[in-house]
Structures are given as structure tokens and as C-alpha cells.
């Protein structure tokens, strides 16, 4: 199995991989959640890493016992924080590179003005916005960093952005996980919170197509 069709095994089966995991690691289950989570939102490689489905999964294995909720959500909740932070800098260091080579079709320097006049004017509501969005999740923080949106700015709305969406997944997991009708039927809920999440970047989608 390659590496794509294994991590689309570990998504659409999260609940039983993670069950696997706290079983053969025990302890270093955290340290595996923390790495997932900060790759999925610290390297614009890695977009299609779980996000809200894993934080919800962990949150109703903590709610069973498997896991501490307290744990899960300061992990979690750091390793959003420091993945935006390491993107951000990462857009930082590569996006002047790339922007101002001459020979560059894609990259415009008009692209770069754009994105710094968009992120300073509505950078902190996207920055906490697209937390709840995959795709954009990983990549907002990169961009914001070519466009060199203000990094105070961007730290507060990280940490605050960062703790929401890990509160809500989390807690949500915890506190509804345990519900038999949930319970019973964790595919499909996992099924629904991928479907639900993707429904914004499939209306942007459409409205793109409309545009041109």
C-alpha cells in the first residue's frame, strides 16, 4: 500500500487506526497526535492530513478514558499554534524569494502587494476562519507570511484561532463521543465532519468556476 492510499485508510478509518495506536504506544500516543497536528497545519506539504476528524476521534477516546482531555487539548492546542507559526515563517522566508524572481510566470510581485493588502485589512478573521476549513487551514498561515502580514497581529489571532478550533473538536468529542447513537455509528459522524468541513472550499470552488 502507498503512501497516499495509506493515509486515506488512516482517515476514513481514524477511529480504529487511533484505537491501534493507543494500544501499541501507550504514552508516545500524545507525542503522535502532536506531530499529525502540527504537520497538518505547519507544512503546506501536508494538507490532507487529519485535522477535525482526528481532534474529535482523540476527544471521544478521552471521553471513554482512553485518553486525557486536559492532555489532548494543551497538545493540540500547541501544536496548531506552533505549526501556523513555523508556516508563517516559512511563507516569510520563501514567498520575497520566489515573488521577485524576474523569470517567475506564476509568482507576481502584483500577487504578493495583493495578498499583504488583503491579510492586513481581514487577515485576523482569516486566520481564525480558516482554522475550521481544511486545504485553507494549511495554507492561510503560508500566505499571510508572503504577504507579510503583521506577525503581532498574526500570533494573537493564531492563539486564539489555534484554541477555539481545538476546544470545540476536542470537547465536542468528549462530551457527545460517548452517545450511543454517536458511539454506534463513528464512521459515519467522521464521514459527516470531513463532508461539512470541505463544503465551504467546494462553494469557493464553484464560485471561481463562475468568475472566469
Known amino acids: 500500500m502507498g503512501i497516499v492510499e495509506s493515509l486515506i485508510d488512516f482517515i ?7 484505537n ?13 497526535l ?36 486536559e492532555w489532548l487539548i494543551i497538545l493540540f492546542s500547541l501544536a496548531a499554534i506552533i505549526g501556523d507559526t513555523v508556516n508563517y515563517w516559512i511563507g516569510s522566508f520563501v514567498g520575497p524569494k520566489v515573488f521577485h ?3 517567475a510566470r506564476f509568482f507576481k510581485k502584483e500577487y504578493l502587494d495583493d495578498a499583504n493588502k488583503f491579510y492586513e ?13 481544511p486545504i485553507i487551514r494549511t495554507f492561510a498561515p503560508f500566505v499571510a507570511g508572503i504577504g507579510k502580514m503583521s506577525y503581532r497581529r498574526f500570533v494573537i489571532y493564531n492563539i486564539l484561532g489555534g484554541i477555539a478550533w481545538v476546544s470545540i473538536f476536542s470537547l465536542g468529542g468528549y462530551y457527545f463521543g460517548s452517545l450511543p447513537i454517536v458511539k454506534e455509528n463513528l464512521s459515519l459522524v467522521i464521514f459527516a465532519i470531513i463532508f461539512i468541513s ?15
Open 20 to 32: 491501534l495506536i493507543i494500544q501499541n504506544y501507550g504514552l508516545w500516543a500524545y507525542s503522535i
Open 34 to 69: 502532536f506531530l499529525i497536528i502540527f504537520c497538518e497545519t505547519g507544512l503546506v506539504v501536508a494538507p490532507f492530513f487529519p485535522g477535525d476528524s482526528l481532534i474529535f476521534v482523540a476527544g471521544a477516546f478521552a471521553g471513554s478514558g482512553s485518553l486525557n482531555i
Open 121 to 133: 485589512k481581514h487577515g485576523g478573521k482569516t486566520i481564525i476562519l480558516a482554522r475550521f476549513i
Open 198 to 212: 470541505l463544503i465551504p472550499v467546494a462553494i469557493e470552488f464553484l464560485k471561481s468556476k463562475i468568475r472566469k
Open 101 to 103: 524572481k524576474k523569470d
Open 12 to 18: 476514513l478509518h481514524i477511529d480504529k487506526n487511533l
